[in-house]
């Protein structure tokens, strides 16, 4: 067994606090999971009243990478990343005059690698982020006053900016988040953010965006046009089949995967599944009669889904494009990719850390999500480049 996976499954059972029977198996009703491969990752956290998923999941990519590389476990500051992500964001926003793009709390991983090669990192003691005295953070209310605020010298009235509206707005993130240390101390040694990404070393070229859609050519960089992507990041696309090759040989190998996901589907659950049962046939899967499966509402109809395995549908490429296309697929939510397990039935899923807390999950935080969802419903993975297949790196003229 290879060094990185050793020290990611220590750090597994170590971090997250299971026994090691515990991380092999878990059953709840009607689901029973058996861990083929996992990655080290770092505890779940609880983004909260924050839609700032694209950090806690990039972030905790970035972690498990530090696990991976230094076989250290750290605690890095997410909201360092969203202050200088938002005040990046109104700059391009105000320079569109609030037209062609939007100001909101979402964000991509790539803004994440971003700030980490521009920016830098800093650990979470070194900028918590919550100074409004709840214990998790809370952005409804400085969502609301960005936006106003924006809104208002966007709106048409002001002909001309005065050069000190950004310090305006950043003073806005200070306050309810602190300023963004220029300097810190950690295990006795002074870093700037930079020069504590150099100590990591950690940086933007080794790592690369993954998607697969039909409208632009296989094998070429193209910007995914969803919101959230304001940056533009470059993805690299590849066919369905190749994508999930990527995601199980990044597994197997020892790395983790930060993912872009849509998880407004009927089989991704508040307590820890991720499925794609055919809904169109609910009631012959659940062996439910017909009539009665039609008078379910749609949380019942999910539960009836969802409550242990079920046959799901068969996912194309054209199911992709469609999806993506019609809007069903959007780009709602980020997770980290850190294992693969099979349930009862030999039936393999992967295995998600999500923010949403250890309290909303049956799993303690993590999901189990079927193949079928990956493929079907993945907007894009962030992975570092020596994960990818050999081929397919050579395909892609990734050096």
Partial sequence: MKKALLIGLLSLVGIIGLKAEEAKNDTIDGWQFTTI?????????????????????????????????KGIEMDL??????????????VYFVRQ?????QYAPGGSAYDVIYCMEHYGLVPQEAMPG??????????????????????????????????????AFQSIWDTYLGKCPEEFTYQGKTY??????????????????ITSYTHHPFYERFALEVPDNWRMDQMYNVPMEDMMR?????????????????????????????????ADHGAD????????????????????LTKRPLPEMEITQEMRQKAYDNWETTDDHGMQ???????????????????????????????????????????DVLVHKDALPKDIRKKLGIK
Avoid at 44 to 68: A, M, P
């Fill in 246 to 278: 990527i995601i199980d040989n990044a597994i197997k190998n020892g790395y983790t995967l930060a993912w872009g996901a849509d998880v407004s589907e009927t089989g991704f659950t508040r307590k820890g599944i991720g499925v794609m049962p055919d």
């Fill in 337 to 379: 990719i850190f294992g693969i397990a099979k349930d009862q039935n030999g039936k393999e899923y992967y295995m998600v850390k999500n923010s949403w807390g250890t309290a909303r999950s049956d799993y303690k935080g993590i999901w189990y999500v079927s193949r079928a969802f990956m493929a079907y419903k993945t907007n």
């Fill in 97 to 101: 005059y609030g037209e062609g793009s």
């Fill in 130 to 167: 919550i100074l409004y005295g709840d214990t998790l953070p809370n952005h409804t209310e400085v969502d609301a006053i960005c936006k106003g605020f924006l809104n208002g010298i966007t709106g048409g009235k002001v002909k001309k900016l005065t050069p000190v509206w950004r310090d």
């Fill in 77 to 90: 500051s997410e909201m360092f990343v969203v202050s200088h992500t938002m005040m990046d964001r109104a």
């Fill in 37 to 69: 491969d996992s990655v080290g990752i770092t505890p779940v956290k609880d983004q909260n009243r924050s839609g700032t998923c694209w950090s806690y999941s990039t972030i905790g990519f970035l972690e498990s990478e530090i696990l991976r590389k």
């Fill in 192 to 209: 700037t953010p930079r020069s504590f990404v150099q100590w990591l070393d950690m940086k933007e070229s080794d790592y690369v965006s």
């Fill in 285 to 304: 899967l659940t062996g439910s009669d017909a009539a009665k499966w039609l008078g379910l509402s749609a949380d019942d109809k999910r539960k009836e």
